[in-house]
């Protein structure tokens, strides 16, 4: 990448890096992130029938697309009572709520999710004030919680006791409460079997996540006694998909609303003006050969490159 970096500044390209794009509120104008929570939700229904052994749906790279993905996913019978939490409300958890509503689940409030049982199955979408809270006992405050995150603490084990399947959609900042630890995966209260961790943060806020896993083996187990890996399929163990690259399982379709974003929204930043500075912002090398100002810490990572 440094060799890369130096020929795009020697042939005085403008790089903009997409990931970069970013509204002045900070958040993102394109991304896969609608994909991953996409494949990232059926995944995680594909993994309780494999574990359970009750119906075993393709995986969404043997789909043609994500029409054919979602037809699968309709297809499958879910029992009574059957319970899936899902976390985040960006572009990964809207994404995986597309799969539960498609295949008809009934969303539930929190509260009933925990206190009820349902005659179908059921799932519930958290926001983070409901699975976090202040350790002194004072009223949940979104901006508090990004300011000083050491002054909270999960209450996600609420859920744990409760849920079927996990499907972790969030964003997680350093320095903010794990979600879950292995202490507590050891609970005589834990009911989770499933954990569909589209966030992927290894060994973070889902203590089961011990490695990122891949398209071609999506499934490890994670022993609670052990601490340990296992079989997916161990009695005791939880069943883990932890696949870091989701998108590219839906190619077809992830690159045509890729594509579709960057007309809409990038497209006409280059074309009309940018007057709030969005492209500048994303720009890390100019056409003069330079690089950009935030990004002038890379210098010496160039240098290296060209002496090598």
């Known amino acids: 990448n440094a060799g890369l970096l130096a020929a795009v500044l020697d042939k005085r390209i403008r790089l903009i890096d997409y990931e970069l794009l970013k509204r002045p509120s900070g958040r993102r104008i394109i991304g896969f992130g609608r ?19 009750t119906f075993d749906l393709p995986k969404a790279i043997d789909c043609r697309d994500l029409q054919e993905m979602l037809t699968h996913a309709k297809g499958v019978k879910l029992p009574a009572n059957f319970k899936i939490v899902l976390t985040g409300h960006g572009r990964v958890g809207r994404g995986a709520r597309e799969v539960l509503d498609h295949m008809k689940i009934r969303s539930v409030h929190p509260d009933d999710f925990l206190r009820m049982e349902f005659p179908e199955p059921v799932f519930t979408h958290l926001d983070v004030a409901d699975y976090n809270e202040r350790i002194d006992g004072g009223d949940f405050d979104m901006q508090a919680f990004i300011d000083d995150p050491l002054e909270f603490r999960s209450t996600f084990s609420r859920y744990t006791a409760a849920a079927d399947l996990f499907i972790a959609g ?18 005589p209260d834990w009911k989770v079997k499933v954990v569909a961790d589209i966030s992927c943060d290894i060994d973070g806020p889902v203590a089961c996540t011990l490695r990122p896993s891949t398209i071609e083996s999506p499934l490890y187990g994670y022993h609670p006694g052990t601490e340990q890996e296992c ?26 609303g890729f594509g579709r974003e960057l007309m809409d929204h990038v497209i006409p930043l280059l074309v009309e003006g940018d007057a709030e500075g969005i492209l500048d912002a994303a720009t890390e090398t100019t056409f003069e050969g330079k690089l950009n100002e935030p990004y002038a810490y890379l210098s010496d990572y160039v240098a290296a490159a060209r002496r090598a």
């Open 231 to 256: 079989m997916f399929s161990h009695p005791e163990g939880i069943a883990v998909m932890a696949v870091d690259n989701l998108p590219c399982e839906l190619p077809r379709d992830a690159s045509d």
């Open 35 to 53: 994909w991953a929570g996409l494949v990232g939700a059926f995944s995680g229904i594909r993994a309780c029938g494999l574990r359970s052994g």
């Open 170 to 187: 969030h964003f997680w900042a350093e320095g903010s409460p794990f979600l879950f630890t292995r202490e507590d995966m050891r609970s």
